[in-house]
């Protein structure tokens, strides 16, 4: 059978008995862990009380950032958390109903950090689209549009961990019991990784370029209208609350901040879903520092959680400066 090294609930493919799947440089991927880890329970923490307590006027973009600074501390708590104290101890002591349990709850705040994302840009195009429809009342902020996006995010982050809880059992590797995964064949694992980098990565990147796109397309055609329909001599006071009308400002910068909050998606994800699928389709070798780069890379992977409160607190001080 393959064996997997395992990091998380990520793993990858090794099947040669002469390479250690422990093997991993061990003081600085504890260094990145550790700041890891505080960054994101730090940073969302700071998010979420702010957003609880220290803002009075509630909005709808709030509200799913509100969803995504949970969904990043949990990924701090349940997977950074755990990966540190798995490679303190490099074994699994907690029994297998507990290797399931914890491998499907890392899955699922994983998978949902992303959905809420692509929740969060569907929003976005609708304000853009029908700015007139979202007003700022705390009633319409909590309608059912944005409950049903981000309840729909935490469901298909429910269904896509269901094979994580099937797959991941307790068993010996190496001499020592491991929450571990196994497969068969080489094209299992192909199909597996296949999987994962389509449900994390590939699809929720789709449906959110298909949403900037439409967004850039709905400000150009709303923005060449006003400017057609502009009356000429028309003071520039008019003009531009006629702008506004058109397109809230406000709107048009929390666009920009999801923009930039889905780059980092896109920065921080991109090396694990790329080195993985190279490693499985054999264009990597399998070596024994091959080890520990995937284990770095991998680990890499939550950086995505500990920059979104940083780049939401960036445009939250430049809003107050203004």
């Excluded at 006027?57 to 949970?70: D, E, G, K, T």
Aim: charged share 15%; aromatic share 14%; net charge positive.
């Amino acid at each position: 059978m393959d064996s997997a090294n395992c990091t998380g609930w990520h793993c990858t493919p090794n099947n040669d008995t002469s390479i250690n799947s422990f093997y991993f440089y061990e003081t600085e991927q504890f260094v990145i862990l550790w700041a890891l880890f505080i960054l994101i329970v730090l940073g969302n923490s700071a998010v979420i009380f702010t957003l609880k307590f220290g803002v009075k006027r509630r909005s709808r973009m709030n509200f799913f950032i509100m969803h995504l600074a949970v969904a990043d501390l949990c990924v701090g708590v349940l997977s950074v958390l755990t990966d540190i104290v798995w490679r303190s101890s490099v074994t699994w002591k907690a029994g297998n109903t507990a290797c399931k349990v914890v491998r499907y709850s890392q899955a699922v705040v994983t998978y949902s950090s992303t959905y809420v994302l692509v929740a969060l840009s569907i929003d976005r195009y609708y304000a853009i689209k029908y700015p007139m429809n979202f007003c700022g009342s705390c009633k319409y902020i909590r309608g059912r549009r944005a409950r049903w996006l981000v309840g729909i995010a935490w469901l298909i982050s429910f269904i896509l961990s269901i094979p994580i809880a099937v797959l991941f059992h307790v068993r010996l590797v190496q001499g020592t019991s491991q929450c571990w995964i196994e497969f068969e064949k080489p094209w299992q694992w192909q199909l597996y990784m296949s999987l994962v980098a389509l449900a994390l990565f590939v699809i929720p990147a789709v449906i959110i370029s298909i949403c900037y796109i439409l967004i850039i397309t709905t400000i150009w055609a709303k923005s060449k209208l006003y400017s057609v329909s502009a009356v000429p001599g028309q003071c520039e006071d008019t003009r531009r609350a006629s702008s506004r009308g058109i397109i809230p400002k406000a709107k048009v910068k929390s666009v920009k901040m999801t923009f930039i909050i889905v780059l980092a998606f896109v920065l921080c994800w991109s090396p694990y879903i790329v080195f993985d699928l190279l490693q499985v389709y054999g264009y990597i070798p399998r070596t024994q520092n091959y080890i520990a780069v995937a284990t770095l890379i991998q680990s890499l992977a939550p950086l995505n959680s500990a920059a979104n409160p940083i780049i939401y607190c960036i445009f939250r001080t430049g809003n107050n400066n203004r």
